[in-house]
């Protein structure tokens, strides 16, 4: 088991700058991604990913914060943040943090997604 807690969002102006963190704690070990989705808050939006990053850094954006975002993360895979600047009212949302983990039993590879409870972000002026 993974448990994830994610910090530090809040209000921003258009144009300013949050920056998110996530503590994962547990079986840390296991990890193989962390990544950061969003959800915005109008009836039937569904959860995006907003970027990820992986055990090797390797690094995915979505391409509405691309050039905005950062997203890093410490060398043992249990903390992620999200450098996010030059935010948008689009980027609203509640913003979860999200862990990938990858387990073996013979030759069957496993895999589980644990998920922070969520930090909202808005950006409105």
């Known amino acids: 088991q993974v448990q994830l807690v994610e910090s530090g969002g809040g209000l921003a102006h258009p144009g300013g700058s949050l920056r998110l963190s996530c503590a994962a704690s547990g079986r840390t070990g296991i990890i193989k991604t962390l990544a950061w989705y969003r959800q915005r808050q109008a009836p039937g939006e569904q959860r995006e990913v907003v970027?990820?990053?992986?055990?090797?850094?390797?690094?995915n954006y979505a391409y509405s914060v691309k050039d905005r975002f950062t997203i890093s993360r410490d060398n043992a895979m249990t903390a992620v943040y999200l450098q996010m600047d030059d935010l948008k009212p689009e980027d609203t949302a509640v913003y979860y943090c999200q862990a990938v983990t990858e387990t073996h039993k013979g030759w069957t590879r496993y895999t589980n997604d644990y998920w922070g409870q969520g930090t909202l972000v808005s950006v409105s002026s």
């Open positions: 970027a990820s990053i992986s055990m090797s850094g390797t690094t």
